[in-house]
């Protein structure tokens, strides 16, 4: 069993998490039941099936022998895997637990600090995300944790891309792709290219945008990480609707339906309902658009998505208005306005998008 656990082990610093829940699904839990449900859980974490993984992690925390180093990493993950599912007090409950333990272990306590900030961020939290964020670029930065520095700036970039700060988004994604190249770690360069595409994007550098998410959707290609070959479909799509290529950006928006679809990603499944229906209303299809935007608004109302609720709402305004209903159209966009500002968002302002 040891022999297989190491190998399963092997398996994911590789990268391969499927043939790793091959190497798993022989062991049997009765004993070193919490190692075997943690490795799994990772294996579905590598593949983007996040909603696996928690149910993993959660066996993982039950079994009578989770020790407690073995707890602190599963609570880690945990935290990680409710956060990309956009669970926002799982999330937060999680780190939070992580942060305890570590403090009582002293060990890893710069990675639960990590999770506790991402976490915020999820929330909206802004005020204490950044600083975290901010102190843990600069204690990585000294110890020379590359990927460590890599994923941080992700982070820090994602957060000034919702304070609507586009400069230094675009500049931290710039150099989290460096540092990820710095560290050998393929999958976070990928991860920081989509980031970079998204924030030229909404900056209004459409055509700048178009470089890194072609070169993040290759490097992902083939990959076992069915979240990141969706997220660049989707990704790609936006970019291609911007730029007026409909039919192309249709084409993508439905390539990324079906992978999400496979993983039951809701919240990122409506983000390509938003886009189908962004697609149908520049095409004069206003009714269609309101299928797809209400389609949309189902998905993000199941999961913590304020921004993703926030647009689809107000493109609903927009075809409710092209439709002749005033009244309503007027409704529901001053009712995502409030919304906006509720969670210190300026999405109503992403009228490029």
């Not at 149910?55 to 022998?65: E, N, W």
């Not at 999400?260 to 809701?266: N, P, R, T």
Request: with cysteine; net charge positive.
């Amino acid at each position: 069993m040891l022999k297989q656990i190491e190998k399963a082990r092997n398996l994911l610093d590789a990268e391969k998490p499927a043939a790793a829940l091959k190497v798993l699904a022989g062991l049997k839990t009765t004993d070193a039941g919490c190692e075997i449900f943690f490795l799994r859980g990772e294996a579905w974490r590598q593949a983007g099936e996040f909603t696996k993984a928690l149910a993993q992690y959660d066996a993982g925390l039950k079994s009578a022998d989770c020790h407690r180093a073995l707890r602190l990493e599963i609570l880690i993950k945990k935290a990680a895997s409710s956060r990309a599912l956009g669970q926002t007090q799982a999330a937060l409950r999680a780190a939070g637990s992580a942060l305890e333990a570590a403090r009582l272990s002293r060990s890893s306590i710069a990675e639960a600090e990590l999770e506790l900030a991402l976490a915020y961020r999820l929330a909206g939290d802004f005020g204490r995300a950044e600083p975290a964020l901010k102190r843990l670029y600069r204690s990585y930065l000294r110890v020379k944790d590359w990927g460590a520095v890599s994923f941080v700036l992700w982070a820090l970039g994602g957060l000034w891309r919702l304070k609507g700060q586009y400069k230094p988004a675009i500049r931290a994604f710039e150099n989290a792709a460096r540092f990820a190249v710095k560290a050998g770690d393929k999958a976070a360069r990928g991860y920081a290219l989509f980031g970079l595409g998204g924030a030229l994007r909404v900056a209004s550098h459409v055509e700048r945008a178009l470089k890194p998410y072609k070169e993040a959707r290759r490097l992902f290609a083939g990959s076992e990480d069915v979240f990141a070959r969706a997220y660049a479909e989707c990704g790609l799509a936006n970019v291609l609707r911007q730029m007026g290529s409909l039919n192309e950006a249709l084409k993508g928006y439905q390539r990324a339906h079906k992978l999400y679809s496979a993983i039951k990603d809701g919240p990122d499944l409506g983000f390509v309902e938003w886009g189908i229906g962004e697609v149908y209303k520049k095409r004069g299809e206003p009714a269609k658009a309101e299928s797809a935007f209400k389609r949309a608004e189902k998905l993000f109302s199941s999961g913590f998505e304020p921004r993703g609720l926030i647009l689809t709402r107000l493109s609903l305004a927009q075809v409710n208005y092209l439709l002749g209903k005033t009244a309503k159209a007027e409704k529901i966009y001053f009712a995502a306005l409030r919304e906006a500002k509720k969670h210190r968002l300026h999405t109503y302002l992403e009228s490029f998008t």
